[in-house]
Every structure is written in C-alpha cells, then in structure tokens.
C-alpha cells in the first residue's frame, strides 16, 4: 500500500514537472457575439474591434468558429478573414492572411475549429461578411483563440 502510494506520488510529481511553464491563453477575439446583417461585410475598426493576440511564440494555436442564424432558412456561408501584424513596418496586413468559411445552419450553432501555424507575430479579426441574401437572415458570429505556449 505504501509502495503503491509512493508511485502515484512520484507520477503526479512527473506530471507536474512536465507541465511547468506551459501557458494556455483561450479569449474570444470579439468580446460579444457580433449580430452581421445580409449580404454586409463588418471590418476591423468600424463595426467590430479585434482583440489582438500574440502568437509568435506559441507552440499550438487554433481558432474557434461561432456561427448562429437567426432565421431557420439561414444556410449561406459566413466568411472570416484575419490579418497579420509586420513590427518592422509597425502595421497590420491589409490583405487577408487567412480566410475561413463557416457554413449557417439554420438558427443551429455551428461551431468549426482549426489548427493555425503560428508563423505570425500578431493576429486579428479583419472583417466578417454574412453571404445571406434574404431579408432577416442575419447571423450571430465569433471566433475563439486558443494559444499553448511553453
């Protein structure tokens, strides 16, 4: 019994050793859901502020999709377009670094995560354009990040 008390001791102590200095940082980029419009493109700066997260160092990064509609018809696809951020030049991209569609399904949540590579310095939520077309097929939307660093 002790010998067995002992091991676990020594395990959770291995454990914990191998979990020293590991960070996990998991924000939304837009602090409230964000209500899009038909057939709109909402930008950065004007209509939405990005959070601004630094990933350069990290070991993994995903992103989270968040898409509601707020019709049952809602099904036309919902795109997300992000920037990176250059400190040489002290600004952001203005030209998408990445771009992801999220597909509405009806007023169900659809939530889509991807695995991104960190190869940026700094990220943000450039612009999210609601493709419905129909009168009151707007769309609720926000993307999570998840940063694991060591």
Do not use: H
Request: neutral net charge; proline residues 1%.
């Amino acid at each position: 019994m002790k010998r067995l008390l002992f091991s676990s001791l020594v395990l959770g102590l291995m454990i914990l050793t191998l979990n020293a200095g590991v960070s996990f940082t998991n924000k939304k980029l837009i602090a409230a859901d964000l209500t899009v419009a038909i057939n709109s493109t909402v930008v950065d700066g004007a209509g939405l502020t990005s959070e601004k997260p630094i990933i350069a160092y990290a070991d993994a990064v995903s992103l989270i999709f968040y898409v509601k509609g707020n019709n049952a018809g809602c099904s036309a696809g919902v795109i997300f377009k992000f920037a990176a951020y250059d400190s040489i030049r002290q600004q952001w991209d203005t030209i998408e670094f990445l771009s992801q569609t999220v597909a509405a399904n009806g007023t169900e949540v659809v939530q889509q995560t991807i695995l991104l590579n960190p190869g940026a310095e700094k990220i943000k939520l450039l612009s999210v354009q609601n493709q419905e077309t129909v009168a009151g097929y707007t769309v609720d939307v926000n993307v999570t990040i998840f940063i694991r660093s060591n």
